[in-house]
């Protein structure tokens, strides 16, 4: 079987690296694939595909070039008519048998190859990207990409062979929505525990790195600010823990600028001297984590990010972190609220975020506290649940 893999990210993106590697490691292993093209748009025409190497010989990668004339709204409408072709002429060079589309808007390309060619698709990690996007304010309800991403989604919903969703609080309502209950699976945004381990090594020689000494309380956070994330809500949460914990140091995986960081923090009435702004490849990220204490979950709630699987949490719970986590993401909320491996918060209540923080402190006075959430990463995150619903897709 030959399989098209479309991805919507570039190869050496985080969120490539982190969520889609998993399934393309899953899928090398399979005997009955021969072999996978992967497509990924490259938008700065400038790309590193060693990556792939560790992937072996079944991968072979086409990437494909927007046109980039101008402004974005251009660039995305004109990225759903070049890619299309594209795709159709891989798909018959390379006789494709089936395709996997990574994410709705690569399940908007799926879906116009599956009415030129008539091949079988799937689509996984399906979120309502467009009411994402909307949420955010990153759209508008009129703008065209909302306008046409809704009616992608709704079209896949209703044509695709399999719908796979990254939390079943998604899988349930899109059956209660009337989508046949067996095209639709779930596999959340899995990790490698092994690759996440805490590492005591690391975490001395991380410490030693940053200047930060080893009995002080650490916390950590990986990703943006702004947009689907937290901001000021985030730095008054932040603000808090110097307030409570002795010695805390702030620890941020983050593109944000220094100066963005010092504008917010000074907002909150906090010290730069006890945060730490590093921008690490995603393989560095486990070290940095090691040398944390627990970690911080910043996803803006909404009435869509119930459907979510936010990777960081993963990747948090391999190391053995527990997270601080707003309220009514995904499934990991009630995950926290059955089982630990953190606390939830509200982000328009200080009360909320302090009773978090108590919590969370109480969690790290434990002996042996990793131990519980690296057993919550391995229950929900292991990429052996993509290699089970692989099994039933494919047959």
Known sequence: MTILYINYWKLNDGLTLASTFPSLRVLCEMEKVDKIVFTTIERSGDFENTVLEELGGKVIHKPLFPLNIGPNILNKITDFVRFPQQLKAIAEEENIDLIIARGAPSGALALKLKKALDIPFYVESFEPHAQYMLEAGAWKAWDPRYIFEQKWEAEQKQIADGIVTVANKYADALVKLGVEKRRVY??????????????????????????????????????????????????????????????????????????????????????????????????????????????????????????????????????????????????????????????????????????????????????????????????????????????????
């Open 186 to 395: 779930t596999i959340p945004c899995v990790v490698d525990s092994n690759q996440f381990a805490f590492s005591d090594d690391s975490r001395r020689a991380t410490r030693k790195e940053l200047s930060i000494p080893d009995k002080a309380m650490v916390g950590a956070y990986v990703g943006k600010f702004g947009g689907l994330y937290l901001d000021d809500e985030a730095f008054t949460l932040f603000a808090q823990c110097f307030k409570r914990f002795k010695d805390f140091h702030l620890l941020l995986l983050t593109a944000e600028s220094k100066e963005s960081i010092a504008q917010r923090a000074q907002k909150h009435g906090i010290s730069m001297d006890k945060i730490k702004i590093c921008f690490v490849q995603h393989a560095e990220v486990p070290q940095y984590l090691s040398a944390s204490d627990f970690a911080f979950s910043l996803m803006i709630p909404s009435p869509s990010k119930a459907f979510c699987s936010p990777i960081k949490n993963g990747e948090y719970w391999a190391n053995g972190l527990p997270i601080v986590c707003a309220e009514g993401l995904g499934d990991d909320s009630e995950i926290i609220k059955q089982e630990g491996g953190g606390a939830l918060f509200h982000p328009d209540d200080s009360e909320s975020m302090d009773k978090a923080l108590d919590a969370i402190q109480k969690m790290i006075a434990q002996k042996n506290y990793r131990d519980h959430q690296v057993a919550l990463a391995k229950k929900h995150r292991s990429p052996e649940i993509i290699r089970e619903v692989y099994e039933k897709l494919f047959g």
